[in-house]
């Protein structure tokens, strides 16, 4: 075997390489006239993707195409979930392309849940970083009936978050109990995001939570019942914070609106 790409010892300091080195996992794909080396990096939060006209040299660095805690997107440089480790590639299915990947959940590298985003390569080849989001390949999840909380896209904490493997950190989690995918040990600025719902028309949501806690959803305070009203929107993003006290989130139900409502 030879190496066809740099590792962190070997990449020349100053460049995107050495920020976002080979590490493990590759994967490579042909679209078009370019072959695409898909690896974890370095980063251990992220995949990131060389090109070749080659498929066993001249790979060049580009660029990453997904981090499991949203670090990059658009510049962001807040772990915005567990970021940890990575694996994964892309795939082009019917005509559109997508990178499938796993995020950790109950803050340790061996708890794993798999993901799927859409992307888009540019006619340079370029890929575009994806958002982690509630949806995955569809463009919003249908806003009715129940669903487990666990699924938010980003679980934002105002404590730090370490990055890698390492012991485990004790931070608000998504974990299972009794079945059901939920949101543990959420304290006071604590964030879920949820990208995206598809709200037809003017409905409530409840959000169901065991604990002593204050919450607010997109800047709103919930009703004795844990419910607000949520706008009609087709591509709505939910956000829910924890103001005060701490609790596990369970589940999110959209109830239609009342017609005195």
């Known amino acids: 075997p030879f190496a066809v790409l740099d590792s962190k010892t070997t990449a020349e ?13 590759p994967s490579i794909r042909k679209i078009g006239d370019l072959y695409y080396l898909v690896y974890s990096s370095g980063a251990n939060n992220e995949l990131a993707y060389a090109v ?14 997904v981090s499991n805690s949203d670090l990059g997107y658009k510049g962001n440089k807040k772990p915005k979930n567990n970021a ?7 795939e082009r299915i019917g005509g559109k392309d997508y990178v499938f990947y796993h995020r950790c959940t109950n803050n340790t590298d061996f708890s794993r849940q798999v993901c799927a985003e859409p992307i888009s390569i540019g006619p340079d080849g370029a890929i575009e970083q994806a958002a982690m989001t509630t949806s995955g390949v569809e463009d919003a999840t249908p806003g009715t009936g129940t669903y487990p909380a666990g699924i938010c896209c980003n679980l934002i904490t105002p404590k730090k978050i370490r990055i890698g493997v ?14 059901e995918l939920i949101l543990a040990d959420l304290t006071a600025g604590t964030e879920a995001v949820y990208k995206y719902f598809e709200v037809g028309g003017r409905k409530k949501l409840r959000v169901v939570f065991d604990g002593d806690a204050e919450i607010q959803v997109n800047g709103i305070g919930t009703d004795e ?5 949520l706008p009609a929107d087709p591509k709505l993003t939910v956000r829910i914070k924890v103001v005060k006290g701490k609790c596990d989130i369970r589940l999110l139900e959209f109830f239609e609106l009342q017609k005195q409502e």
Request: hydrophobic share 25%.
């Open 13 to 25: 300091k100053g460049t995107g390489l050495y920020d976002h080195p080979f590490y493990e996992a």
């Open 52 to 65: 070749s006209e080659y498929p066993d040299r001249d790979f060049r660095f580009k660029g990453v195409i």
């Open 84 to 90: 940890s480790t990575i694996h994964g590639s892309i």
């Open 166 to 179: 390492g012991k485990q950190q004790t931070l608000p989690r998504i974990t299972e109990k009794d079945g």
């Open 225 to 229: 019942d844990g419910c607000v009203t």
